[in-house]
């Protein structure tokens, strides 16, 4: 398996992006952490593109970017696209791609527009992914602390011959090139999210959780009592493994649990649970999912806010509450 190519600061020349005008498009988690972190590096020229009724005007005015229409942003060197994913084939479409200047670079955060045809970039423009690996409050946390978080990088289409010169000053100016910047493609970033989301971080974990959690109070366990056995404790371990990885975490552990988890686990995670993951990929790299995701979205998300409202309605959502208010009360 060979590793691949990473970069740090003193591989990225900041100077590229610092004479850069560039357009954030976009003021939400990632797109307010990307304009005060390259600020904060250095790049003077900056703003921040919105709709004009958006609910982050006032905070990116507050924070000192001027705020203009998307479309008039996009007339910059640098157009970095920091909405939510399904909202770029409109965004592009409408008010992007009639107004990004030739030779331009776009900067996405994460590849599945460009990866699903959601966007299909002039072949004039540069079109780089920068991905810091964080939720993005806390990217921004960490660089204010002189620290850094992991980038995914590639480049799509160089037609300036200097993309990936731009893409690593960009990446580097948000501080990952304090941590590492790894060189990868769209394609690998995309899926892999994907697959990654839907398998482990939210799909996977929060079924188990809920699950487990529903198995132990139908079988007559107090709720409180299983929230913490197969909900809060979940943070602890996972925090251990991943501070110490998975062998070391388990070398923490007593031996109880860790003999437990060496019988257990591999009949939970079976191969029914394998071959779930096979078609789950295989949807993803079709795009099937992304066409199901869509699809909902051209109806307005009625399904996807059904579900959202269902999830609140859980009983493990209620015990958490409860215990929340429990220890509110113990600082009254």
Request: hydrophobic share 45%.
């Amino acid at each position: 398996m060979t590793p691949l190519p990473v970069f740090h600061d003193r591989d990225c020349d900041l100077s590229i992006i610092r004479g850069k005008r560039v357009a954030v498009i976009g003021y939400g988690s990632q797109g307010r952490t990307h304009a005060l972190n390259l600020r904060d590096s250095g790049v003077t020229d900056i703003v921040v593109g919105l709709k004009a009724a958006s609910a982050t005007r006032a905070k990116a005015e507050a924070d000192g970017f001027p705020v203009l229409t998307a479309g008039d942003a996009a007339a910059a060197d640098v157009v970095a696209v920091m909405v939510s994913d399904e909202a770029h084939r409109d965004l592009w479409r409408d008010e992007l791609e009639p107004n990004i200047k030739p030779g331009a670079a776009l900067i996405f955060a994460h590849g599945l527009s460009v990866r699903f045809g959601l966007v299909e970039p002039r072949p004039d423009l540069d079109v780089i992914l920068a991905s810091p690996k964080g939720i993005g409050p806390r990217i921004r946390d960490l660089y204010v602390e002189g620290e850094g978080v992991f980038a995914l990088f590639g480049v799509h289409q160089d037609a300036s011959g200097g993309a990936h010169a731009l893409g690593l000053s960009y990446a580097a100016a948000l501080g990952c090139g304090r941590k590492g910047i790894l060189e990868t493609t769209f394609a690998a970033e995309c899926e892999s999210d994907l697959f990654g989301e839907q398998v482990v971080l939210c799909g996977g974990v929060g079924q188990l959780i809920d699950a487990a959690f529903t198995k132990l109070v139908e079988a007559g366990y107090p709720p409180e009592v299983a929230w913490f056995e197969c909900f809060y404790e979940v943070k602890l371990v996972t925090d251990l493994m991943f501070s110490m990885g998975i062998a070391g975490a388990f070398g923490r552990i007593s031996n109880t649990a860790e003999y437990g988890a060496y019988l257990t686990g591999p009949r939970v995670i079976g191969e029914a649970s394998r071959s779930a993951m096979d078609a789950v990929l295989a949807e993803v790299r079709s795009g099937a999912f992304v066409k199901t995701l869509m699809a909902d979205y051209d109806a307005g998300s009625p399904d996807l806010l059904a579900r959202r409202k269902a999830l609140g309605q859980r009983p493990i959502e209620a015990v958490g509450a409860h215990l929340a208010a429990v220890a509110a009360k113990a600082v009254d």
